[in-house]
């Protein structure tokens, strides 16, 4: 492995991990609606113009449009909206330990829909092991009032649907033929469509233009949901998808120390445990799998293996 190629891991899994701590901040002065709707068209943005500069276009064909509709609702609207009112009840550090179960609800979602052939012993193992971990991050026995409850079971709706999205664009967008940046700019160009389309229900309201707010609004949009992307494909380009894959292992690492460290939420052992057993689960649900990574949480994530 080359110093470069980890440094850019190093990057891209501080980049994607810190999301759920600029989704907090973002709160402070947007609806879940603005925040996701700011974030989503700056992500798009980006990507339009890094096609502008190396000569692409987004697709044209009507009936790549639809797959990339369908796509976008599940892997970016859905999702990044859930985590945002979630992160209205739940620390980010909660939040983003949430999230590495991605990978588990991927598989359990494509064994589901006969995408994924039957698993071994151990890859099974791994996967129940995962939700273990799962349901020890929720510990709804530890919340009679269910208010804590609510939110994570939102991110973990989020992060079932994110797995939803990877299996539904495996099947019916990664046979295009088209670069990933051109379906990821498409993806997301479509997700911000969506979001439009609901700022009538939680978008209209007057925000709060608090400077830590906006910035951390234009870091996520910008940063995390657009150029991260293209650092994604630099690092799959020039050190390989095994690589790459790795950022899944770092990503609720840097969600639950940067939580902790930046907004003093609570760094409980259970929690910790939790995460462990889950990226235990996710490692041995990818042993003797095949060596890919799936395109991106845009176009979707190759953050989250299958």
């Given at each position: 492995m080359r110093p470069a190629g980890?440094?850019?891991?190093?990057?891209?899994?501080?980049?994607?991990?810190?999301?759920?701590?600029?989704?907090?901040?973002?709160?402070?002065?947007?609806?879940?609606?603005?925040?996701?709707?700011?974030?989503l068209t700056l992500g798009a943005a980006v990507l339009v113009a890094v096609l502008a500069l190396s000569a692409r276009t987004l697709p044209r064909q009507a009936q790549l449009w639809k797959r990339l509709a369908l796509a976008a609702l599940l892997g970016n609207a859905i999702p990044y909206l859930l985590f945002g009112i979630a992160e209205q009840r739940i620390s980010s550090s909660l939040a983003g330990a949430i999230n590495a179960t991605t990978p588990l609800w991927t598989l359990a979602i494509a064994l589901a829909v006969r995408a994924q052939p039957a698993l071994g012993a151990l890859r099974l193992i791994g996967l129940l092991l995962g939700f273990l971990g799962t349901l020890v991050i929720l510990a709804p026995w530890e919340d009679p009032g269910h208010a804590h409850l609510t939110g994570a079971l939102l991110c973990l709706a989020a992060s079932a649907s994110y797995g939803a999205s990877y299996v539904y664009v495996g099947r019916f967008l990664t046979n295009t033929g088209l670069p990933p940046v051109v379906l990821?700019?498409?993806?997301?160009?479509?997700?911000?469509?969506?979001?439009?389309?609901?700022?009538?229900?939680?978008?209209?309201?007057?925000?709060?233009?608090?400077?830590?707010?906006?910035?951390?609004?234009?870091?996520?949009?910008?940063?995390?949901?657009?150029?991260?992307?293209?650092?994604?494909?630099?690092?799959?380009?020039?050190?390989?998808?095994?690589?790459?894959?790795?950022?899944?292992?770092?990503?609720?690492?840097?969600?639950?120390?940067?939580?902790?460290?930046?907004?003093?939420?609570?760094?409980?052992?259970?929690?910790?445990?939790?995460?462990?057993?889950v990226l235990t689960g996710v490692a041995l649900t990818r042993r003797h799998a095949p060596k890919h990574v799936p395109p991106p949480p845009v176009g979707p994530r190759s953050d989250q293996p299958s």
């Open positions: 980890l440094l850019r891991v190093a990057t891209l899994a501080l980049i994607w991990g810190s999301a759920f701590l600029w989704i907090k901040l973002s709160l402070r002065g947007f609806s879940p609606v603005q925040l996701t709707w700011t974030r990821s700019a498409g993806q997301l160009t479509a997700a911000a469509g969506w979001l439009t389309l609901s700022l009538p229900a939680g978008g209209l309201t007057a925000p709060t233009w608090r400077a830590d707010a906006v910035t951390a609004l234009l870091v996520l949009g910008a940063l995390g949901t657009g150029a991260a992307y293209v650092l994604n494909y630099r690092i799959i380009a020039d050190d390989g998808a095994l690589l790459a894959s790795t950022v899944t292992y770092l990503l609720p690492v840097v969600a639950v120390l940067l939580g902790a460290l930046v907004l003093n939420e609570p760094l409980t052992l259970r929690m910790l445990a939790g995460v462990f057993v």
